[in-house]
Structures are given as C-alpha cells and as structure tokens.
C-alpha cells in the first residue's frame, strides 16, 4: 500500500466522521426541540380537576396587530365584563405582546371552565350549548389584514393534534368562529380560513 492511498484512506475516514456528526447534531437537535415541545405542551394542556366534556374546537384571530392573554384578560374583564376573564382557552402568540408561536393557557382553561368566545344562545345541532362544548383558541393577529406567522401555525397544528387527540374530536369539528355563528363574524380572518381549508 502505498503512502498516498494510506493519506487518501484518513482523509477519506475524517471526511466521513464528519459527515456523520454534521448529520448527527440536527437529527439531535430535532428530537432535543421535539422532547422539549411535548413537554411545554403538557404543561399548557394542564388543568385542575376532572375535565370537560369537549366536543368541538374554534378558531379565533384576535383581529388585533398585537396582543397576549394579560391584555385579553384586562379587555374581557374590563370592557366586555366578563366575570371569568379571558373569553378563550387558548392564545398563540405572534411575537407582539407574547413571542412568536408561544402558547398559553387562560384560566378558564385552568379551571375547565366554558368559554365566552362563542355567543351564550348558539345551540349545535344535538339542542346543546355550542359554549359549553368548544374550545376557544385565539391566534393574536388580524388575518384579515395580515397572514399568521409560521410558527403560529406551527404551534397550532400542534395544539390541534393533541387537543384533538385526548378529546377525541374529529377535524370536521374543529370550525372557524364565522362557521359556527354564520353572517355574524369575519373571524378567525381571511388568511385562516384558507389555512383551514389547505388543511
Ligand atoms: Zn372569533
């Protein structure tokens, strides 16, 4: 063996050894984030208590450039007087008010309370309280005007999957504000509810 093929023979070992672990760190990196995603979403999905019975999931924008569940709350509670604050479950961020993608839970989520983001007198088709069934989600952002961000929609398909998942709701139930309350609302916004239909 010659020495230029024993060179070629190393170089060709470090190449592939760094082939490897170049390949090997976002592959890791990737599991690390996902491991780490699950959990932040157990943490959100917590609640006191035994929980609801939850039979449909809506959709929301906030209709607001900027916005985060303490300035909800403050709207809801203040202007709107309602008694148990936030209207919604659910808020995702855009990176104004709360940072892109985040997450949270209010506190009628909390306490497995109902919502107050549909209308109290809407009725499914069973005679039911729409209210008393579906969680409210609210994207911050006016998708009118504007498009969510990706990691909003992101954090949405990951919250609709384990909502949907532990509740067992299907996804012909999971509706934009204006479908179940037709005539009534623009909302969750036109860019959403082209989300929702590629969906
Ligand atoms: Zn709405």
Do not use: K
């Not at 006191?48 to 906030?62: D, E, F, K, Y």
């Not at 990951?158 to 479908?179: C, D, K, M, P, T």
């Amino acid at each position: 063996m010659s020495d230029t093929h024993a060179v070629g023979r190393i170089v060709f070992g470090v190449l592939v050894a760094a082939a490897l672990v170049v390949g090997a760190a976002p592959a890791e990196a990737q599991r690390a984030r996902s491991v780490n995603e699950a959990r932040a979403l157990r943490a959100v999905l917590a609640h006191r208590g035994a929980g609801r019975r939850w039979r449909t999931i809506v959709l929301h924008h906030s209709a607001t450039p900027a916005g985060s569940p303490q300035a909800f709350e403050a709207w809801h509670r203040g202007h709107r007087r309602f008694a148990y604050g936030m209207a919604y479950h659910f808020v995702i961020g855009n990176g104004r008010g709360m940072p892109d993608g985040h997450i949270e839970a209010g506190s009628r989520w909390r306490l497995q309370q109902q919502g107050a983001h549909v209308a109290a007198r809407l009725r499914d088709e069973r005679g039911s309280s729409v209210a008393a069934h579906a969680i409210g989600v609210c994207l911050v952002g006016d998708f009118e005007r504007s498009r969510p961000t990706r990691a909003q929609l992101a954090s949405l398909t990951r919250l609709l999957r384990a909502l949907q998942r532990r509740y067992g709701i299907a996804s012909n139930a999971v509706h934009g504000h204006g479908e179940v309350h037709p005539g009534h609302t623009a909302c969750p916004g036109r860019a959403l509810r082209e989300w929702q239909r590629s969906g």
